[in-house]
T-cell receptor
Framework: RKEVEQDPGPFNVPEGATVAFNCTYSNSASQSFFWYRQDCRKEPKLLMSVYSSGNEDGRFTAQLNRASQYISLLIRDSKLSDSATYLCVSLDSSYKLIFGSGTRLLVRP | DAGVIQSPRHEVTEMGQEVTLRCKPISGHDYLFWYRQTMMRGLELLIYFNNNVPIDDSGMPEDRFSAKMPNASFSTLKIQPSEPRDSAVYFC???????????FGSGTRLTVV
């Protein structure tokens, strides 16, 4: 079983829609969590950190549920430019980043 | 800052040949990481350095892979001999702090035929 699991998608949504991705992690000792964004044939880039209290950055909201060991990312008012692969990432007890395989989002006009 | 710089961007080589991938981290970043990305396995950490010293190479697939960091501004990942299953995108990343604020390079797309 992978340490960080994500639905690969693709999620195909119209512009303006709200879309949510979930991710589960297996290591309860994981310390921190992040969402990275990766455009096609590009490098991953940090989108946002995930805190237990939940955090928001513009149209993006991330949430962590330690009891159920899942992380979520909500995107409101989707834009065409949001089309990308979203990588769920955990920081393990050795301070190494463990990446999920990613969820692909396609936003259509 | 120019960011993390990797070369070459693309490499096509024949099975059995030696391949060397290069990385220049962001100046002042004490940590450097080599990752490999494939469709099947996603992004995997191969090795990381702190202040030019290899700290964890448990992700290096086998003895055919080696990595060096002779100084703070340069690192190499070498595959000798290369095999078709080594075909992947290899990313280098650097950071000030372990686990946070990673900046990735544009990657080297390696194809071994």
């Amino acid at each position: 079983r992978k340490e960080v699991e994500q639905d690969p998608g693709p999620f195909n949504v119209p512009e303006g829609a709200t879309v949510a991705f979930n991710c589960t992690y297996s290591n309860s000792a994981s310390q921190s969590f992040f969402w990275y964004r990766q455009d096609c044939r590009k490098e991953p880039k940090l989108l946002m950190s995930v805190y237990s209290s939940g955090n928001e950055d513009g149209r993006f909201t991330a949430q962590l549920n330690r009891a159920s060991q899942y992380i979520s990312l909500l995107i409101r008012d989707s834009k065409l430019s949001d089309s990308a692969t979203y990588l769920c990432v955990s920081l393990d007890s050795s301070y190494k980043l463990i990446f999920g395989s990613g969820t692909r989002l396609l936003v259509r006009p | 800052d120019a960011g993390v710089i990797q070369s070459p961007r693309h490499e096509v080589t024949e099975m059995g040949q030696e391949v060397t991938l290069r990385c220049k981290p962001i100046s002042g970043h004490d940590y450097l990481f080599w990752y490999r990305q494939t469709m099947m396995r996603g992004l995997e950490l191969l090795i990381y350095f702190n202040n030019n010293v290899p700290i964890d190479d448990s992700g290096m697939p086998e003895d055919r892979f080696s990595a060096k960091m002779p100084n703070a501004s340069f690192s190499t990942l070498k595959i000798q001999p290369s095999e078709p299953r080594d075909s992947a995108v290899y990313f280098c990343a650097s950071s000030l702090k372990l686990g946070y604020g990673y900046t990735f390079g544009s990657g080297t797309r390696l194809t071994v035929v």
